[in-house]
């Protein structure tokens, strides 16, 4: 049945144009600032909500941010990428087409609270650099998007299969041969993402030492864990939060600094959800 869902991703449309070429730049070590300006003023859309997030309290800037030129120069290339991917993902795959809103949303914020926690952990881990962590934190539970998207009947069968056989979210999903992480997986091929990133959305739950970029999936591991902790967002998934103990040896994470790390995440839970209201909300 796996193999139902993985045929069915090619059905799934292809990206539009501007998120390709936000997506593009991640790949391209000589993009410039130039080159991510002209996609952004190119597109009416992506141009507001790029002003309307550096003016957001997410960044707390004093002075009003007006052209987007401005805002590149005040928030930096990498940071106005991550806006423009977010900004674009949840425009193409936005709440209000979903059968079941409320839960959209709430995967969405799941997912920016990952992007954020991850970008905690690698800083202070130093196992990965914090910019390409908030992304592959923010993509992780793509997969997840485009079930509820795509397959909503087979999200209620899974939620059902739980309820009926007291079956944790994991165990629902292998009865129903539904990996949220494998579908991810070949979205991630299927859209033609970066390998990291499709390597992140097919393993961060079942991570292991042998994948490719370790350090990456780790940051989002322990993102995950972090943000279901903090209960901010919600990814469907209701069970408790388990951390690999491989996990912790690899990035020499201890109970004491995880909890400092949970402590981070927490003063920067209104931003997230300003951010969150910017991107999803209006
Ligand atoms: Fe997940
Ligand atoms: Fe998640």
Partial sequence: MQQRFIRGIRYVP?????????????????????DLEKIILNDQALSSKVLAVANSAYYGFRHQILTVTRAVLALGYEEIRN?????????FLHPSTFRDQTAAELLW???LTVGEAARLVGAHTRC????????????HDLGKVVLAAFFPEDVDSLKDLMVREALTYKEA????????????????????LPPQLAETMGYHHDIHTGLTYFPLVAAVHVG???ARQMGLGHSGNPDPPVIKEVVLDKLGLDQPQLKEL?????????????????????
């Fill in 14 to 34: 292809t990206l539009p144009t501007v998120l390709s070429q936000i997506l593009s730049l991640l790949n391209d070590d000589k993009s410039s600032a130039a």
């Fill in 83 to 91: 806006i423009c991917l977010g900004a674009s993902l949840m425009g």
């Fill in 109 to 111: 914020l799941h997912s």
């Fill in 128 to 139: 990965a650099e914090a910019d390409p962590s908030f992304t592959a934190g923010l993509l």
């Fill in 173 to 192: 999903e292998k009865a129903l041969d539904l990996d949220h992480g494998l579908i991810g997986k070949a979205l991630g091929e299927h859209w033609d």
């Fill in 224 to 226: 995950d864990y972090l």
């Fill in 262 to 282: 949970s402590k981070t995440l927490n003063t920067r839970r209104l931003a997230v959800i300003g951010l969150w209201q910017t991107l999803v909300k209006s």
